[in-house]
């Protein structure tokens, strides 16, 4: 019996198998225009490298486009690339990209920097597997600030998105710090289990604070209570009256000092002729009352 072996006959094509060559742009007149068509069809143009002149529509894998840059203005070469020839067509295409010369950095086993942009807008991610440290840093110009945003959607709109560390979380801002929700609120401090103060608040329930002190304030439509063993106003150096019986205290003093009678040579005297004036501020003692605050 006669094996037969089949294969992809090697096609003459006049270049290598491989080789690496480096980014161009054809047209510098229709640069923005090339740039935005090279991402829509994933392909490039390509100077082959020594000894090759330009490959056209060259196909170029979606992760390897992301890396590579074009050159700027002025220059002939972008991001050096490394392409292979195609086993049937015998044309190149792009497998992989090599760091320009400004884009190493010092780094140890276990770590590595990625940066995207140029010198006025750039983004770096730096991973360290020896201190286990994860940094993202942004920076931007006037006419582009930083932005970083994560969002997160489902279907049924019950998305989560959790942070945990073990002992603190840090974060600072030079101008503004924004929360905002559209229902519910919620921080809560734990001790092993323990809650030690809870801040709540519930659209159209309210505002609820609590605490290990027997401290709560109660926030809601119409009233706010605040709940304590002590309350000050300011430095708390005088006691508050209790409206309500400060007034009952007043009405029987008057009604005493209308009451007074003494004797006098002629007998028992009569009470004060002013008393009538005493029964009009007795009559007004209740407007001292607040319709605002209470107190125990």
Same mark, same amino acid.
């Given at each position: 019996?006669?094996? %037969? @072996?089949?294969?992809?006959?090697?096609?003459?094509?006049?270049?290598?198998?491989?080789?690496?060559?480096? #980014? &161009? +742009?054809?047209?510098?007149?229709?640069?923005?225009?090339?740039?935005?068509?090279?991402?829509?069809?994933?392909?490039?143009? #390509?100077?082959?490298?020594?000894?090759?002149?330009?490959?056209?529509?060259?196909?170029?894998?979606?992760? &390897?486009?992301?890396?590579?840059?074009?050159?700027?203005?002025?220059?002939?070469?972008?991001?050096?690339?490394?392409?292979?020839?195609?086993?049937?067509?015998?044309?190149?295409?792009?497998?992989?990209?090599?760091?320009?010369?400004?884009?190493?950095?010092?780094?140890?086993?276990?770590?590595?920097?990625?940066?995207?942009?140029?010198?006025?807008?750039? +983004?770096?991610?730096?991973?360290?597997?020896?201190? @286990?440290?994860?940094?993202?840093?942004?920076?931007?110009?006037?006419?582009?600030?930083?932005?970083?945003?994560?969002?997160?959607?489902?279907?049924?709109?019950?998305?989560?998105?959790?942070?945990?560390?073990?002992?603190?979380?840090? #974060?600072?801002?030079?101008?503004?710090?924004?929360?905002?929700?559209?229902?519910?609120?919620?921080?809560?401090?734990?001790? %092993?289990?323990?809650?030690?103060?809870?801040?709540?608040?519930?659209?159209?329930?309210?505002?609820?604070?609590?605490?290990?002190?027997?401290?709560?304030?109660?926030?809601?439509?119409?009233?706010?209570?605040?709940?304590?063993?002590?309350?000050?106003?300011?430095?708390?150096?005088?006691?508050?009256?209790?409206?309500?019986?400060? &007034?009952?205290?007043?009405?029987?003093?008057?009604?005493?000092?209308?009451?007074?009678?003494?004797?006098?040579?002629?007998?028992?005297?009569? @009470?004060? +002729?002013?008393?009538?004036?005493? @029964?009009?501020?007795?009559?007004?003692?209740?407007?001292?009352?607040?319709?605002?605050?209470?107190?125990?």
């Amino acid at each position: 019996m006669v094996e %037969e @072996t089949i294969r992809v006959r090697a096609i003459e094509t006049g270049i290598e198998g491989a080789g690496i060559g480096y #980014i &161009v +742009i054809p047209d510098e007149n229709l640069r923005e225009q090339y740039i935005a068509d090279c991402y829509r069809t994933k392909t490039l143009t #390509i100077n082959g490298g020594l000894g090759y002149s330009y490959f056209y529509n060259v196909p170029c894998p979606p992760n &390897v486009l992301q890396n590579i840059k074009f050159p700027d203005k002025g220059e002939k070469r972008g991001t050096a690339v490394i392409w292979v020839k195609h086993g049937i067509s015998g044309m190149p295409i792009i497998i992989n990209w090599l760091e320009n010369a400004n884009d190493y950095y010092q780094l140890k086993p276990n770590q590595n920097r990625k940066t995207i942009g140029d010198e006025n807008r750039n +983004i770096e991610i730096f991973t360290d597997g020896n201190e @286990t440290n994860f940094q993202i840093t942004l920076i931007g110009d006037s006419e582009f600030p930083s932005k970083f945003n994560i969002k997160l959607n489902s279907e049924n709109a019950d998305s989560e998105f959790g942070v945990y560390c073990d002992n603190k979380i840090n #974060i600072t801002s030079d101008n503004e710090i924004s929360l905002n929700t559209n229902q519910k609120f919620v921080v809560n401090i734990n001790d %092993e289990g323990i809650q030690k103060a809870s801040f709540v608040y519930d659209k159209g329930v309210g505002f609820t604070y609590s605490d290990e002190f027997d401290n709560k304030i109660v926030a809601k439509d119409g009233e706010v209570r605040i709940e304590s063993k002590k309350i000050n106003l300011g430095s708390g150096k005088e006691k508050v009256v209790l409206g309500n019986t400060l &007034v009952k205290t007043l009405e029987t003093l008057i009604d005493a000092i209308t009451s007074i009678t003494s004797m006098t040579p002629s007998g028992m005297s009569s @009470t004060p +002729i002013n008393s009538p004036q005493f @029964t009009v501020i007795k009559n007004q003692l209740s407007k001292i009352l607040s319709n605002l605050s209470n107190t125990d």
